[in-house]
């Protein structure tokens, strides 16, 4: 309904572990989503999808050009261990939130370099040329929805 879950939080839990924690750790973007406000349909046009759609155009550009010289073309194809530890590999203070993840065990291995992926994303559709701690803390963010938590 239009009230959102009012199922008891060790219910919401119970339903969610439905889904076991390899396959949520292959999610890459989970985001809760609220009802619409009244007051949101009324306050103006969002961004054009002409807009949108040219920001993914040049985000795709930039990555084809940044990874010509490689076996991949797009973020999603490049494998983690290239990001962790290769020329992409970020400044650590850019890294922080996913190396603090890792270390608490609320992400995998598989998980930060999914969040990397994402983080490089971001940025390309910023316009910049790396991801800088914005990015990546938006990545895990995104990672971490409310609720659902990969085991």
Known sequence: GAGGCSCAPLHRQR??????????????????????????????????????AERVRAARERQARRWAEQPWSLNSDVPG??????????????????????????????GLDRCLRVAWTLADLEGVDAPRYPHVAHALAMREAEGVKAA
């Not at 439905?18 to 396959?23: A, C, T």
């Open 15 to 52: 339903y969610l572990s439905r889904l076991s924690g390899p396959l949520l750790d292959r999610v890459d973007i989970k985001v809760a989503v609220s009802a619409v406000a009244r007051a949101d349909l009324t306050s103006g046009p969002g961004e054009a999808s002409a807009r949108v």
């Open 81 to 110: 261990s290239a990001l962790r530890e290769g020329p992409w590999r970020l400044p650590a203070r850019d890294r922080r939130p996913l190396d603090e993840a890792l270390d608490l065990g609320l992400i995998t291995l598989r």
